[in-house]
């Protein structure tokens, strides 16, 4: 069995302070773990991805992530927050099912609030 | 480029009012196919995932049906609509190989 856990429901940040929201995963494999961001009413676009090569992963728009497996954790950062960032980012875990395709697990979503 | 596209991005309908949700994808041959439901405030439900052509396998027993009548189209339909369908709608595409999934924009459903 697979999950995530991401820890804050809400984070709030000023503009151009540090971004930090939390995940946790438990995989029964070596796990490939993403982290996706969604707008209002939109479908879902993905920052980053961990598919077992280095451990600290560069997304899009300054993200990263690294991939801690003794604390199984996956956390996302940022060095400055921007107005734009403002959104729901879902951290999620993959798993190769039997006869092709694969199975993301999503967690409950981290709503990220930005203010001036 | 490959692109993803879902249609229509919302819809209301009545209870017990059938239903068809159209997903394709362009420039990619035999990707693997998914719906995914999202509720209010809550994280995504994979609904059912596709690895070929009439290929359909089913995550959670429910109201929906999934098709696959060609290799780069994905159909969610139901036969009559309870409120719980309500939600936001995804259909996602993977390509052989690869790892991540690619989403569509979504389609808001308002059962009423």
């Known amino acids: 069995a697979q999950s995530v856990t991401q820890l804050d429901s809400h984070v709030s940040v000023s503009e151009g302070t540090p971004v930090l929201l939390r995940c946790n995963y438990s995989?029964?494999?070596?796990?490939?773990l993403f982290w996706y961001v969604q707008h209002p009413n939109k479908g879902l676009q993905l920052l980053l991805k961990y598919t077992s090569a280095a451990t600290l992963v560069k997304g899009i728009n300054g993200f990263e992530a690294e991939f801690k497996k003794s604390e199984t954790s996956f956390h996302l950062t940022k060095p400055s927050a921007h107005m734009s960032d403002a959104a729901e980012y879902f951290c999620v875990v993959s798993l190769i099912l039997t006869g092709g395709g694969n199975k993301l697990t999503f967690g409950t979503g981290t709503q990220l609030k930005v203010e001036l | 480029s490959q692109t993803i596209h879902q249609w229509p991005a919302t819809l209301v309908q009545p209870v017990g009012s059938p239903l068809s949700l159209e997903c394709t994808v362009e420039?990619?041959?035999?990707?693997?196919l998914y719906w995914y439901r999202q509720a209010a405030g809550r994280g995504l439900q994979l609904l059912f995932y596709s690895v070929g052509i009439g290929q359909i396998s089913s995550e959670v027993p429910q109201n929906l049906s999934a098709s696959r009548p060609q290799d780069r189209q994905f159909i969610l339909s139901s036969k009559k609509l309870l409120l719980s369908d309500s939600g936001f709608y995804l259909c996602?595409?993977?390509?052989?190989?690869?790892?991540?999934?690619?989403f569509g924009d979504g389609t808001r459903l308002s059962i009423l």
């Open positions: 996602a595409w993977r390509g052989q190989g690869g790892k991540s999934q690619h």
């Open positions: 420039g990619t041959s035999n990707p693997n």
């Open positions: 995989s029964s494999y070596s796990p490939s």
